[in-house]
Protein backbone atom coordinates (compact mmCIF):
# COMPACT_ATOMS: atom_id res chain seq x y z
CA UNK A 1 0.00 0.00 0.00
CA UNK A 2 1.30 3.39 -1.30
CA UNK A 3 0.37 6.61 1.19
CA UNK A 4 -0.10 9.93 -0.18
CA UNK A 5 3.67 10.49 0.30
CA UNK A 6 4.70 7.56 -1.95
CA UNK A 7 6.06 5.90 1.30
CA UNK A 8 5.48 1.87 1.61
CA UNK A 9 3.23 1.39 4.10
CA UNK A 10 2.89 -2.28 5.47
CA UNK A 11 -0.32 -3.80 5.32
CA UNK A 12 -1.22 -5.27 8.85
CA UNK A 13 -3.60 -7.92 9.39
CA UNK A 14 -7.21 -7.09 10.68
CA UNK A 15 -7.07 -7.68 14.78
CA UNK A 16 -9.02 -10.62 15.29
CA UNK A 17 -11.75 -10.52 18.57
CA UNK A 18 -11.45 -12.81 21.39
CA UNK A 19 -14.65 -14.34 23.23
CA UNK A 20 -15.06 -16.02 26.53
CA UNK A 21 -15.63 -19.48 27.09
CA UNK A 22 -15.57 -20.36 31.04
CA UNK A 23 -16.73 -22.82 33.39
CA UNK A 24 -18.47 -22.20 36.84
CA UNK A 25 -19.22 -24.73 39.30
CA UNK A 26 -21.92 -22.64 41.48
CA UNK A 27 -21.94 -24.61 44.94
CA UNK A 28 -25.29 -25.93 45.86
CA UNK A 29 -27.61 -23.36 43.30
CA UNK A 30 -30.87 -25.06 44.61
CA UNK A 31 -34.18 -23.41 44.54
CA UNK A 32 -36.54 -23.55 47.41
CA UNK A 33 -39.16 -25.92 46.85
CA UNK A 34 -38.85 -29.09 48.62
CA UNK A 35 -38.85 -31.55 45.64
CA UNK A 36 -39.61 -35.26 47.05
CA UNK A 37 -37.79 -36.76 44.24
CA UNK A 38 -35.03 -34.80 45.29
CA UNK A 39 -32.46 -34.91 48.52
CA UNK A 40 -32.82 -31.30 48.51
CA UNK A 41 -33.93 -31.24 52.71
CA UNK A 42 -30.59 -29.53 53.10
CA UNK A 43 -31.53 -25.97 51.17
CA UNK A 44 -35.52 -25.40 52.29
CA UNK A 45 -36.32 -22.65 54.82
CA UNK A 46 -37.22 -24.43 57.96
CA UNK A 47 -33.94 -26.49 57.27
CA UNK A 48 -30.79 -25.66 59.73
CA UNK A 49 -29.11 -23.97 56.98
CA UNK A 50 -32.59 -21.49 56.74
CA UNK A 51 -32.58 -21.35 52.91
CA UNK A 52 -34.77 -18.65 52.50
CA UNK A 53 -36.26 -17.08 49.10
CA UNK A 54 -34.46 -13.95 50.42
CA UNK A 55 -30.87 -16.05 50.27
CA UNK A 56 -31.92 -17.53 47.41
CA UNK A 57 -32.60 -14.45 44.84
CA UNK A 58 -29.15 -13.04 46.35
CA UNK A 59 -27.41 -15.74 45.65
CA UNK A 60 -28.59 -15.52 42.18
CA UNK A 61 -27.84 -12.13 41.93
CA UNK A 62 -24.46 -12.43 43.26
CA UNK A 63 -23.24 -15.33 40.33
CA UNK A 64 -25.14 -13.31 37.59
CA UNK A 65 -22.76 -10.27 38.02
CA UNK A 66 -19.91 -12.35 38.42
CA UNK A 67 -20.53 -14.74 34.64
CA UNK A 68 -21.23 -11.08 33.38
CA UNK A 69 -17.74 -10.55 34.11
CA UNK A 70 -15.40 -13.24 33.23
CA UNK A 71 -13.33 -12.40 30.64
CA UNK A 72 -14.75 -9.11 30.40
CA UNK A 73 -11.76 -6.98 30.53
CA UNK A 74 -9.94 -8.42 27.30
CA UNK A 75 -12.79 -10.00 25.64
CA UNK A 76 -15.56 -8.81 22.87
CA UNK A 77 -18.44 -9.42 24.95
CA UNK A 78 -19.99 -10.91 27.51
CA UNK A 79 -19.41 -14.95 27.88
CA UNK A 80 -20.65 -16.69 24.83
CA UNK A 81 -20.90 -20.25 26.42
CA UNK A 82 -20.32 -20.88 30.11
CA UNK A 83 -20.79 -24.61 31.76
CA UNK A 84 -22.02 -24.75 35.10
CA UNK A 85 -22.79 -27.59 37.38
CA UNK A 86 -24.69 -27.90 40.97
CA UNK A 87 -27.91 -26.26 39.69
CA UNK A 88 -30.86 -28.38 40.79
CA UNK A 89 -33.38 -27.92 38.12
CA UNK A 90 -34.35 -25.79 34.96
CA UNK A 91 -36.24 -22.82 36.61
CA UNK A 92 -32.90 -22.06 38.70
CA UNK A 93 -30.81 -21.84 35.41
CA UNK A 94 -34.09 -19.58 34.11
CA UNK A 95 -33.73 -17.29 37.33
CA UNK A 96 -30.22 -17.04 37.03
CA UNK A 97 -29.94 -15.49 33.44
CA UNK A 98 -32.96 -13.62 34.18
CA UNK A 99 -31.33 -11.30 36.97
CA UNK A 100 -30.45 -8.05 36.12
CA UNK A 101 -26.25 -8.31 34.53
CA UNK A 102 -27.41 -10.93 32.00
CA UNK A 103 -31.16 -10.47 31.39
CA UNK A 104 -30.93 -8.45 28.29
CA UNK A 105 -27.48 -10.46 26.88
CA UNK A 106 -30.00 -12.62 24.80
CA UNK A 107 -28.82 -16.04 26.61
CA UNK A 108 -30.25 -18.59 26.67
CA UNK A 109 -29.16 -22.43 27.97
CA UNK A 110 -29.54 -26.57 27.74
CA UNK A 111 -30.52 -28.34 30.57
CA UNK A 112 -31.65 -31.74 31.32
CA UNK A 113 -32.48 -33.25 35.22
CA UNK A 114 -30.60 -35.49 36.07
CA UNK A 115 -30.68 -38.69 38.19
CA UNK A 116 -27.92 -37.87 40.38
CA UNK A 117 -28.80 -38.17 44.13
CA UNK A 118 -28.49 -34.92 45.27
CA UNK A 119 -30.60 -33.31 42.51
CA UNK A 120 -27.83 -31.04 40.89
CA UNK A 121 -27.24 -31.09 37.40
CA UNK A 122 -25.11 -29.24 34.75
CA UNK A 123 -25.64 -27.07 32.50
CA UNK A 124 -24.89 -25.29 29.42
CA UNK A 125 -25.75 -21.22 28.74
CA UNK A 126 -24.98 -19.87 25.76
CA UNK A 127 -25.41 -15.94 23.88
CA UNK A 128 -27.78 -16.90 21.28
CA UNK A 129 -25.87 -13.94 19.14
CA UNK A 130 -23.47 -16.31 19.15
CA UNK A 131 -24.28 -19.90 18.99
CA UNK A 132 -26.70 -22.08 17.89
CA UNK A 133 -27.72 -24.93 19.16
CA UNK A 134 -28.02 -27.95 16.33
CA UNK A 135 -28.62 -31.01 18.91
CA UNK A 136 -28.07 -32.12 22.66
CA UNK A 137 -28.67 -34.89 25.29
CA UNK A 138 -27.56 -35.83 28.69
CA UNK A 139 -25.42 -39.17 28.14
CA UNK A 140 -25.80 -41.63 31.77
CA UNK A 141 -22.58 -42.32 33.82
CA UNK A 142 -23.36 -45.57 35.34
CA UNK A 143 -21.84 -46.35 38.69
CA UNK A 144 -22.04 -48.80 41.27
CA UNK A 145 -22.25 -48.60 45.23
CA UNK A 146 -20.97 -51.78 46.90
CA UNK A 147 -23.37 -53.64 47.14
CA UNK A 148 -24.27 -53.56 43.55
CA UNK A 149 -26.95 -50.98 43.29
CA UNK A 150 -26.73 -48.06 41.01
CA UNK A 151 -24.96 -45.10 42.41
CA UNK A 152 -26.86 -42.57 40.53
CA UNK A 153 -24.74 -39.60 39.61
CA UNK A 154 -24.93 -36.26 37.22
CA UNK A 155 -24.91 -37.07 33.24
CA UNK A 156 -22.51 -35.96 30.81
CA UNK A 157 -24.05 -33.13 28.92
CA UNK A 158 -23.50 -33.34 25.00
CA UNK A 159 -24.10 -30.10 22.95
CA UNK A 160 -23.70 -29.79 19.59
CA UNK A 161 -23.77 -26.17 18.13
CA UNK A 162 -22.53 -23.31 15.73
CA UNK A 163 -19.99 -21.21 17.51
CA UNK A 164 -19.12 -17.55 14.97
CA UNK A 165 -20.28 -19.82 12.33
CA UNK A 166 -18.55 -23.06 13.16
CA UNK A 167 -19.89 -26.43 14.33
CA UNK A 168 -18.26 -27.33 17.77
CA UNK A 169 -18.96 -29.78 20.01
CA UNK A 170 -19.18 -28.62 24.11
CA UNK A 171 -19.07 -31.90 27.06
CA UNK A 172 -19.74 -30.17 30.48
CA UNK A 173 -18.89 -32.41 32.70
CA UNK A 174 -19.28 -33.05 36.68
CA UNK A 175 -17.34 -36.20 37.67
CA UNK A 176 -17.33 -37.81 40.94
CA UNK A 177 -16.50 -36.50 44.27
CA UNK A 178 -13.66 -37.22 46.14
CA UNK A 179 -15.81 -37.26 49.64
CA UNK A 180 -14.97 -40.74 50.89
CA UNK A 181 -11.37 -40.76 49.89
CA UNK A 182 -9.27 -39.75 46.70
CA UNK A 183 -7.76 -43.03 46.03
CA UNK A 184 -11.14 -44.88 47.28
CA UNK A 185 -13.06 -42.89 44.47
CA UNK A 186 -10.39 -42.65 41.45
CA UNK A 187 -12.09 -45.70 39.97
CA UNK A 188 -15.62 -43.87 39.60
CA UNK A 189 -13.69 -40.62 37.76
CA UNK A 190 -11.53 -43.03 35.49
CA UNK A 191 -15.34 -44.33 34.45
CA UNK A 192 -16.23 -40.66 34.00
CA UNK A 193 -13.23 -40.27 32.13
CA UNK A 194 -14.27 -42.68 30.01
CA UNK A 195 -17.20 -42.07 28.60
CA UNK A 196 -15.75 -38.83 27.42
CA UNK A 197 -13.30 -40.71 25.69
CA UNK A 198 -16.34 -42.77 24.06
CA UNK A 199 -18.38 -39.59 23.53
CA UNK A 200 -15.32 -37.99 21.74
CA UNK A 201 -15.00 -41.31 19.65
CA UNK A 202 -18.59 -41.65 18.26
CA UNK A 203 -18.41 -37.59 17.21
CA UNK A 204 -15.08 -38.25 15.22
CA UNK A 205 -16.59 -41.40 13.69
CA UNK A 206 -19.44 -38.67 12.12
CA UNK A 207 -16.87 -35.53 12.03
CA UNK A 208 -13.09 -36.31 12.13
CA UNK A 209 -11.98 -32.73 12.03
CA UNK A 210 -14.40 -32.05 14.95
CA UNK A 211 -13.51 -28.84 17.24
CA UNK A 212 -14.44 -30.32 20.42
CA UNK A 213 -14.42 -28.79 24.09
CA UNK A 214 -14.28 -30.41 26.98
CA UNK A 215 -15.27 -28.63 30.25
CA UNK A 216 -16.26 -29.18 34.27
CA UNK A 217 -15.98 -30.09 37.26
CA UNK A 218 -13.26 -33.10 37.39
CA UNK A 219 -12.76 -33.46 40.97
CA UNK A 220 -9.35 -34.50 39.57
CA UNK A 221 -6.49 -31.78 38.64
CA UNK A 222 -4.32 -31.96 34.76
CA UNK A 223 -2.08 -34.02 35.96
CA UNK A 224 -4.24 -36.57 37.45
CA UNK A 225 -4.41 -39.60 34.83
CA UNK A 226 -8.21 -39.34 34.55
CA UNK A 227 -7.73 -35.77 33.04
CA UNK A 228 -4.34 -36.18 31.64
CA UNK A 229 -4.82 -38.95 29.63
CA UNK A 230 -6.63 -36.64 27.53
CA UNK A 231 -3.57 -35.30 25.63
CA UNK A 232 -3.04 -38.80 24.23
CA UNK A 233 -6.27 -38.33 22.29
CA UNK A 234 -5.66 -34.93 20.56
CA UNK A 235 -6.55 -32.79 23.32
CA UNK A 236 -4.30 -29.62 24.83
CA UNK A 237 -5.26 -28.63 28.62
CA UNK A 238 -4.42 -25.13 28.94
CA UNK A 239 -5.08 -25.43 32.61
CA UNK A 240 -1.86 -27.45 33.41
CA UNK A 241 0.44 -24.01 32.86
CA UNK A 242 -2.16 -22.02 35.10
CA UNK A 243 -1.43 -25.20 38.06
CA UNK A 244 2.34 -24.58 37.39
CA UNK A 245 1.62 -21.42 38.27
CA UNK A 246 0.00 -22.28 41.48
CA UNK A 247 -3.71 -21.11 40.40
CA UNK A 248 -6.23 -23.04 41.79
CA UNK A 249 -9.97 -23.13 41.16
CA UNK A 250 -11.01 -24.10 44.69
CA UNK A 251 -9.31 -24.07 48.43
CA UNK A 252 -9.42 -27.33 50.58
CA UNK A 253 -7.40 -27.51 54.34
CA UNK A 254 -6.01 -24.60 52.62
CA UNK A 255 -3.93 -26.43 49.79
CA UNK A 256 -5.38 -25.22 46.13
CA UNK A 257 -6.68 -27.62 43.74
CA UNK A 258 -7.55 -26.70 39.84
CA UNK A 259 -10.44 -29.29 39.42
CA UNK A 260 -12.07 -26.54 37.07
CA UNK A 261 -10.80 -26.82 33.82
CA UNK A 262 -11.18 -26.28 30.09
CA UNK A 263 -9.92 -28.45 27.78
CA UNK A 264 -9.28 -28.18 23.33
CA UNK A 265 -9.00 -30.42 20.68
CA UNK A 266 -5.93 -29.58 19.33
CA UNK A 267 -6.96 -28.21 16.28
CA UNK A 268 -7.97 -25.27 18.28
CA UNK A 269 -3.94 -24.77 18.52
CA UNK A 270 -3.16 -24.07 14.59
CA UNK A 271 -2.41 -20.34 14.38
CA UNK A 272 -2.89 -19.53 11.04
CA UNK A 273 -5.93 -21.38 10.41
CA UNK A 274 -9.34 -19.90 9.50
CA UNK A 275 -11.77 -19.40 11.68
CA UNK A 276 -11.61 -20.29 15.83
CA UNK A 277 -8.33 -20.41 17.44
CA UNK A 278 -7.14 -20.96 21.04
CA UNK A 279 -5.53 -17.88 22.66
CA UNK A 280 -5.11 -17.93 26.15
CA UNK A 281 -6.85 -19.41 29.67
CA UNK A 282 -7.84 -18.23 33.23
CA UNK A 283 -8.93 -18.93 36.56
CA UNK A 284 -11.39 -16.03 37.71
CA UNK A 285 -10.24 -14.45 41.05
CA UNK A 286 -10.99 -11.12 41.43
CA UNK A 287 -10.87 -10.12 44.56
CA UNK A 288 -15.13 -9.64 45.38
CA UNK A 289 -14.53 -13.63 45.15
CA UNK A 290 -12.71 -14.07 47.74
CA UNK A 291 -12.58 -14.16 51.66
CA UNK A 292 -11.17 -10.85 52.63
CA UNK A 293 -9.41 -11.48 56.37
CA UNK A 294 -9.30 -14.36 58.72
CA UNK A 295 -9.18 -17.72 58.00
CA UNK A 296 -9.18 -18.61 54.62
CA UNK A 297 -8.09 -15.57 53.35
CA UNK A 298 -7.71 -15.59 49.51
CA UNK A 299 -10.24 -18.48 49.33
CA UNK A 300 -13.44 -18.78 47.39
CA UNK A 301 -15.98 -16.73 49.38
CA UNK A 302 -18.21 -19.89 49.52
CA UNK A 303 -22.39 -19.47 50.47
CA UNK A 304 -22.10 -21.63 53.42
CA UNK A 305 -19.59 -23.29 55.88
CA UNK A 306 -21.49 -26.21 57.35
CA UNK A 307 -25.15 -24.82 58.36
CA UNK A 308 -23.69 -21.51 58.90
CA UNK A 309 -24.53 -18.99 56.12
CA UNK A 310 -21.42 -16.89 55.10
CA UNK A 311 -23.49 -15.29 52.15
CA UNK A 312 -20.40 -15.74 49.34
CA UNK A 313 -20.67 -16.55 45.76
CA UNK A 314 -19.20 -20.22 45.49
CA UNK A 315 -16.73 -22.66 46.85
CA UNK A 316 -15.46 -22.55 43.43
CA UNK A 317 -13.59 -19.77 41.57
CA UNK A 318 -14.47 -20.04 37.34
CA UNK A 319 -12.18 -20.92 34.57
CA UNK A 320 -12.21 -19.57 31.09
CA UNK A 321 -10.28 -19.63 27.97
CA UNK A 322 -10.65 -17.32 25.22
CA UNK A 323 -10.98 -17.87 21.32
CA UNK A 324 -9.66 -15.48 18.60
CA UNK A 325 -11.89 -14.96 15.42
Not at 112 to 137: C, H, N, Q, T, W
Not at 186 to 193: E, L, S, T, V, W
Request: charged share 30%.
Amino acid sequence: MINPLGILKKVLPKKKEKYTIAFYNLENMFDTVDDPEKNDDDFLPDAPRRWTIERYHKKLLKLNHTISQIGIDTSNALPVLVGIAEVENEMVVQDLIGKMYLNKENYSYVHYDSPDERGIDVALLYKKDYFEVLDSRPIMLYLEHEDGSQNFTRDLLYVKGKLLGEVVYVLVNHWPSRRKGESETNGNRMKAAQLVLDTVGEIRKADENAKIIIMGDFNDGPTNESVSQFKYFGFHNPMLNLQMDQKGSLVHYDVKYLFDQVLISNNFRKKWQKGMVFDNANVYSKDFLKVWKGKGKGSPYRTYRGIRYLGGYSDHFPVYIQIRK
